[in-house]
């Protein structure tokens, strides 16, 4: 009992001890509170540190003035003014907010990233202008953008594609141009365009017109050998045409012309036609042509069809037609060699002048060339390739007067002088251009030894001079109304008449001189 009650007393003592004595606060504090300070400091040191590592990293992620157009400087730098202070404050927050799992730091990480992300974007949206608006500069240069665009198309090209017209856009965090254009009535328009939504070029369908040009080339290289088949070539044109897109179809209809350049698509009556047509039905389309319009691919597709058959075909029968002449004038001209008489020599003669005749007359070198027409630049081709010379050996030559410059003037008893001075006259002074329109009533064609000579190739006299007079053909008044048949005629009796001592050269017959039209 007594060693028990000593026991409880000793423990008593010693709590007693324990409660009275001292403690060091201070050391206590800096184990505890000191340490989460330090660490507190640590943290707003790291914070500091990843605010000015940002902060620096954004400052040389954005745009400087010389990676954007200098037409651009003003909205550029009020644009990367407002992102640079939309970056700092998010970086600010981050900086100051201790929860890192709070909505708001999270928000504010997401929001510098987005911000970052889209000035890289941006310069790589704007290099990718750049590029392109010079890309755009060379083609135009090289004339190598369609003429199957609208005059809309065309013109937002040249205005989005030069920075005078253009300023740089910002909305929803998305990048775009807004620029200025020109439509076809001649009011300017203000778009926008966003990344996919840029005015597209269209290059010439250069590789597809390339293979017309070849089919035209293979034909003439089978009608030379009797293998030609028009049933055959116009389905084969059908085929490929069908193979065409729509950007190449309005290529074909805007680019390209025929082998010899003459006829392009505008020109065949089914286009005009349905031009009108188009007009009509549609005064306030943006499209300036109906084969420009989307919505007519289809038709436009059977036009590009029609337009190489209504090019090409009448030019095949031609070349077929040509061929057989030939073939009838050289086996004329063999016979003539053989018997040398006279007969079979005139012979050959009126073949030749029926076929130059036909040629001379034909339309299908003519852009709009109507049947029944006569047209200075085609009689001139074929009768410069007629290699015809007078029995004196002098080349003969041939000019047009205009109806409209003579007047009534009477040329039949006119001297050489008078004639060449009013060809002249007429083409180079008067401003009715007879190669912009066919011959008509009034309008003179003069037919005329381009020197004269002697056999030995001296100068003649006046009286010998006189004898080789120009001839002359005044169309009368009535004859362009007229059937083709009497055109033909007319002209197949003034050539025999103009060339009663007409030479044919044997090279131009058999065919050895490259005058030769056939």
Do not use: C, H
């Not at 990293?57 to 990676?67: F, N």
């Not at 047509?277 to 038709?299: C, V």
């Not at 090279?507 to 001189?513: E, F, K, P, S």
Request: hydrophobic letters at 30%; charged letters at 30%; proline letters at 3%.
């Amino acid at each position: 009992m007594a060693l028990e009650s000593t026991s409880i007393l000793l423990q008593q003592q010693k709590a007693l001890g324990e409660a009275n004595k001292f403690v060091d606060y201070s050391k206590t504090i800096d184990e505890t509170l000191g340490k989460a300070i330090e660490k507190e400091v640590d943290i707003r040191k790291k914070a500091e540190d990843t605010y000015s590592e940002n902060m620096t990293a954004y400052e040389i992620e954005q745009l400087k003035t010389d990676e954007y157009p200098a037409d651009w400087g003003p909205e550029m730098t009020a644009e990367l003014a407002r992102q640079k202070q939309e970056y700092a404050q998010a970086a600010q927050t981050v900086k100051s907010t201790r929860d890192k799992t709070s909505q708001e730091y999270i928000d504010a990480v997401a929001k510098m990233s987005e911000l970052k992300a889209g000035m890289q974007g941006m310069r790589t949206k704007i290099d990718l202008w750049k590029s392109n608006a010079a890309d755009f500069a060379q083609l135009a240069e090289e004339g190598a953008i369609t003429e199957g665009l609208s005059v809309n198309e065309r013109n937002k090209l040249f205005g989005y594609n030069n920075s005078k017209n253009t300023k740089p856009v910002f909305k929803d965090g998305r990048f775009g141009v807004e620029y200025t254009w020109v439509d076809k009535n001649g009011n300017e328009q203000t778009d926008i365009a966003y990344e996919g939504e840029e005015p597209r070029v269209v290059p010439p369908a250069t590789k597809e017109i390339e293979a017309v040009n070849a089919k035209y080339n293979d034909a003439v290289k089978l009608i030379g050998e009797g293998k030609w088949n028009e049933s055959a070539w116009t389905q084969d044109i059908r085929n490929f045409t069908n193979t065409l897109n729509f950007d190449q179809l309005r290529s074909f209809a805007g680019d390209f012309e025929s082998v010899n350049g003459m006829e392009k698509f505008d020109d065949i009556e089914f286009v005009k036609t349905r031009q009108e047509k188009y007009q009509k039905e549609n005064p306030d389309s943006e499209y300036g042509k109906w084969w420009q319009d989307p919505a007519n691919k289809g038709e436009l597709k059977e036009g590009i069809t029609q337009f190489f058959k209504d090019t090409y075909l009448p030019k095949f029968r031609e070349f077929e037609q040509d061929q057989k002449s030939k073939q009838r004038i050289n086996s004329a001209y063999r016979a003539f060699s053989v018997t040398g008489d006279e007969k079979s020599f005139n012979i050959v003669k009126t073949m030749q002048i029926n076929d130059d005749v036909r040629r001379a007359l034909s339309s299908t070198n003519i852009p709009g060339g109507k049947a029944g027409e006569i047209y200075a630049n085609q009689i001139t081709s074929v009768f410069d390739g007629a290699g015809l010379i007078t029995d004196e050996g002098a080349p003969l030559e041939i000019g047009f007067i205009s109806g409209n410059y003579s007047g009534d003037k009477d040329y039949s008893n006119a001297s050489r002088e008078t004639l060449l001075e009013d060809i002249e006259n007429s083409g180079n002074f008067s401003t009715d251009d007879l190669n912009s329109r066919p011959l008509g009533p009034g309008d003179s064609i003069v037919i005329y030894p381009s020197e004269i000579r002697t056999g030995e190739d001296e100068d003649m006299t006046a009286n010998q001079r006189a004898k080789y007079k120009p001839r002359v053909i005044t169309i009368p008044k009535g004859l362009k109304n007229a059937g083709r048949r009497e055109v033909q005629n007319f002209l197949r009796q003034a050539y025999r008449d103009a060339f009663k001592n007409m030479v044919v050269d044997d090279a131009y017959l058999d065919g050895a001189t490259d005058d030769n039209p056939l």
